[in-house]
């Protein structure tokens, strides 16, 4: 897929609809994707309402391309249709635990990422907001999601109006590991990240963030054991409240 090659996330788009067919099409033809026992344990909701997009806003820490896109798409895992499938038909499902949330957040993922792939496909920009399970109560009570329904993946979709920079990547003997698992060695954490940090935009990055290295941006501004030790707990909350825990 010559688009995976080339991809980038697109943060801004033309003022242009993506048409309801099209994007109907796109979502049935992702349904083709792998998925745990042929049951789909996922949906997704569209918001391109203007006002609902800006309530959505806060949830992703108002990044811009949650208002600025035509369509946000959220991917949630879903037990509620199956366990309600089951109920109906004389079944006894039994759902209400951490295993089905992994199974139905793992379908959600692929779902969302063979989506994404076709929507590049097309033409169509993307870009993946991780921040959808750092708040998801907030998610889940705006989209008015019931039991057993909870959001896993968030992407922002419209008509690309920039052409950024490609992402870089780690080399790929950074993450293969022949048969078992091989611990990395120091001179391997500087085999693999030393490209990485040589790049100039990583430079600047440390520099405009007055850290010493790249990696305390990540762990001591970005991604701090504060935070996401407080984010878990919110994330364990919003569980028991779907009912997956």
Same mark, same amino acid.
């Given at each position: 897929?010559?688009?995976?090659?080339? !991809? !980038?996330?697109?943060?801004?788009?033309?003022?242009?609809?993506?048409?309801?067919? $099209?994007?109907?099409r796109l979502l049935e033809?992702?349904?083709?994707?792998?998925?745990?026992?042929?049951?789909?344990?996922?949906?997704?909701?569209?918001? !391109?309402?203007?006002?609902?997009?800006?309530?959505?806003?806060?949830?992703?820490?108002?990044?811009?391309?949650?208002?600025?896109? @035509?369509?946000?798409?959220?991917?949630?895992?879903d037990y509620r249709r199956?366990? $309600?499938? *089951?109920?109906?038909?004389?079944?006894?499902?039994?759902?209400?635990?951490?295993?089905?949330?992994?199974?139905?957040?793992?379908?959600?993922?692929?779902?969302?990422?063979?989506?994404?792939?076709?929507?590049?496909?097309? *033409?169509?920009?993307?870009?993946? $907001? *991780?921040?959808?399970?750092?708040?998801?109560?907030?998610?889940?009570?705006?989209?008015?999601?019931? @039991?057993?329904?909870?959001?896993?993946?968030?992407?922002?979709?419209?008509? @690309?109006?920039?052409?950024?920079?490609?992402?870089? !990547?780690?080399?790929?003997?950074?993450?293969?590991?022949?048969?078992?698992?091989?611990?990395?060695?120091?001179?391997?954490?500087?085999?693999?990240?030393?490209?990485?940090?040589?790049?100039?935009?990583?430079?600047?990055?440390?520099?405009?963030?007055?850290?010493?290295?790249?990696?305390?941006?990540?762990?001591?501004?970005?991604?701090?054991?504060?935070?996401?030790?407080?984010?878990?707990?919110?994330?364990?909350?919003?569980?028991?409240?779907? *009912?997956?825990?």
């Amino acid at each position: 897929m010559e688009s995976l090659i080339h !991809r !980038r996330s697109i943060r801004k788009y033309q003022d242009k609809e993506v048409d309801e067919q $099209l994007l109907r099409r796109l979502l049935e033809q992702a349904e083709h994707t792998p998925t745990m026992g042929n049951l789909q344990l996922y949906s997704v909701v569209i918001t !391109r309402d203007p006002k609902m997009k800006k309530r959505l806003a806060p949830a992703h820490f108002a990044q811009p391309m949650v208002t600025g896109a @035509p369509v946000v798409l959220t991917f949630c895992a879903d037990y509620r249709r199956t366990t $309600l499938w *089951g109920e109906q038909r004389k079944g006894h499902p039994g759902y209400d635990n951490l295993l089905s949330f992994v199974n139905a957040a793992t379908d959600a993922l692929l779902y969302c990422q063979t989506f994404c792939n076709l929507a590049e496909e097309a *033409g169509l920009g993307t870009c993946f $907001l *991780g921040t959808t399970i750092y708040q998801p109560q907030a998610i889940i009570d705006l989209l008015e999601l019931p @039991p057993l329904v909870f959001p896993i993946a968030t992407i922002t979709l419209g008509w @690309p109006d920039e052409d950024p920079a490609q992402s870089d !990547r780690l080399p790929l003997n950074g993450i293969v590991h022949e048969e078992v698992y091989h611990d990395y060695t120091p001179q391997q954490i500087d085999d693999i990240y030393g490209p990485k940090e040589n790049l100039p935009e990583n430079k600047h990055f440390v520099e405009i963030n007055h850290t010493d290295t790249l990696a305390q941006v990540f762990t001591d501004i970005r991604y701090t054991a504060k935070d996401c030790k407080a984010m878990s707990e919110e994330l364990k909350k919003a569980l028991h409240h779907q *009912g997956f825990m």
